[in-house]
């Protein structure tokens, strides 16, 4: 299935569903939810890098896990990515993903600033 990390429409920024794979597309952090989590959102954080933005401007996060009773690991990652603003955000458990070593996939929407004149 093709598809795009990230799409932007005007100040818009879709990040697709993102897994915790390397480069290589090998998984990262096997059995490890939070270190799945963290790779996830270093993931989004370069695709927004590349459309104009970053997690500061995160609007909502969409996070699907396969074991709803390890969510705080989950929470734990998005908290550290995201700090005192985070964004509106959905958990849900799924009853697996693409790959069956896979814990978490997580989606974000995001706006792009106003550019500040100087």
């Known amino acids: 299935m093709g598809y795009c990390r990230a799409v932007r429409a005007g100040s818009i920024v879709a990040v697709s569903g993102t897994t915790a794979v390397d480069a290589d597309g090998q998984l990262v952090g096997e059995g490890d939810m939070y270190e799945q989590s963290l790779q996830c959102i270093r993931i989004i ?26 969510w705080e690991e989950v929470a734990r990652a998005h908290s ?14 799924v009853s697996r993903l693409v790959n069956p070593a896979m814990l978490v996939e997580i989606e974000a929407d995001a706006v792009v600033p106003p550019v500040q004149d100087s």
């Open 45 to 70: 954080a370069a695709a927004l890098e590349k459309a104009g933005c970053g997690l500061a401007d995160v609007i909502r996060t969409r996070v699907y896990v396969t074991d709803i009773d390890r």
């Open 80 to 93: 550290a990515a995201f700090g005192a603003a985070p964004p509106a955000s959905t958990m849900v458990e």
